[in-house]
C-alpha cells in the first residue's frame, strides 16, 4: 500500500518546509539555542503549523521521545484531556533535555473549562515543560493562554512555491501533466498544501494531471466558464446565462452555494465596471443567504441571473 502523498512528502525538518521562512527561520533559532517559549500557531488549513510542531520535536528529541506527547483536541475536547493526560505528562520531570514538549494539536475545539485548566497546568509546570498550541483561530482560544504563548500566525502558501513543490513530487513519481493542469491545481486549493498534494494523487491516479482532470475532481469550475456566467448574466441574455448555469451544475457537479462562491471569487476577474461588481456582489450576497436559510438553490440562482439581467 502506498502512503498517502501528504505523508510520503511531509518534511521531516523545518528547512524542508515550504513558504513560511519568517516563522520557520525563528522556529529554526529556538531548535539550535533548545529552549523556547510557549508556541501558538494560527492560520488555515494545510499550511503547515502541525508539520512545524512535529519538525521541531523531530529535531529537538530525535525519532522517538519519552518527553514528548502529541494530543488532538478534535478527539477528546474536554477538561479531562488536560486533567489526566496532559498533568501526568508534565508532572515528571524531563528524561533527557531540559525540558518536556507538548503539542496540543486543534486547541481551538477544547471547551472554555478545558481552556481555564490548561491556563493553571501552562502556568504550574513552566519550568518543565512547553506547549505548542496549534489552531486555525486564534481568536478561540483563551485571552490568557494567548498571553502565555509567542504567537506565529501561518499563511496560505504562495502558488510559485506550491508549483515547485508539486513539480518536485511529479517529477519524483514520474506523473505526466501539463502546466495548465498544475495551474488548476493551483487556483483550486488556493494555498493549501494538503489540498493541493491530495489533487495531484488524485489526478495522478487517472493517468495524468491536466486542467480536466483537476476540475472533475474537485468539482469547481474553470475560472473562465464562471467570468462568463457573470458576463452574460449581467449582458441581459437570461437564456444564454442560464444554459451556462446548467452546465455549471450538471456537468461539473458544483453545489448553488458552490457556483456563489466562485462568483464571489471570479467577480474581479471579470473586469466589469466597479458599479456592476458591487450589484453582482450584492447580489450574490442576497442568494447565499436564502440558501443558508434552506432555499431552493436552482430557484434562487435563476433568480439572481433574473436580477443580475435587469441591472442597468
Ligand atoms: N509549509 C509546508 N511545506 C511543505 N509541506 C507542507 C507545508 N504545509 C503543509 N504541507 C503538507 O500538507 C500536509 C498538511 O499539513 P499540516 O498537517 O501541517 O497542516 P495544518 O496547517 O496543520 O492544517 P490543519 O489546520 O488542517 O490542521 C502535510 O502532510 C504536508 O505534506
Ligand atoms: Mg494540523
Redesign the pocket.
Known sequence: MELPW??K???KTLGE????ESITTRLQAYVESNSMPHLMFA??????????AICIANQIFGDISHDFIELNASDERGIDVVRNKIKDFARTRPLTGDFKLIFL??ADNLTSDAQQALRRTMENYTKTCRFIL?C?YSSKIIEPIQSRCSIFR?KR?LKEKVGE?LRKILDSEKIAYDDKGVEAILYVSEGD??RS?NILQSCAALGKVTEENVFAITTQARPEDVIDLIKTGLSGKFMEARGILDRLMLEYGLSGEDVLLQMNREVWNTGITDAEKIHVIDLVGEANFTLVEGANERIQLEALLARMALVK
Open positions: 501528504t505523508e512528502y511531509r518534511p518546509m515550504v513558504g513560511q492560520g488555515p488549513a494545510g499550511v503547515g503549523k502541525t508539520t512545524a494539536d486543534e496549534s486555525n501561518f502558501v513543490y498544501m494538503r498534494t
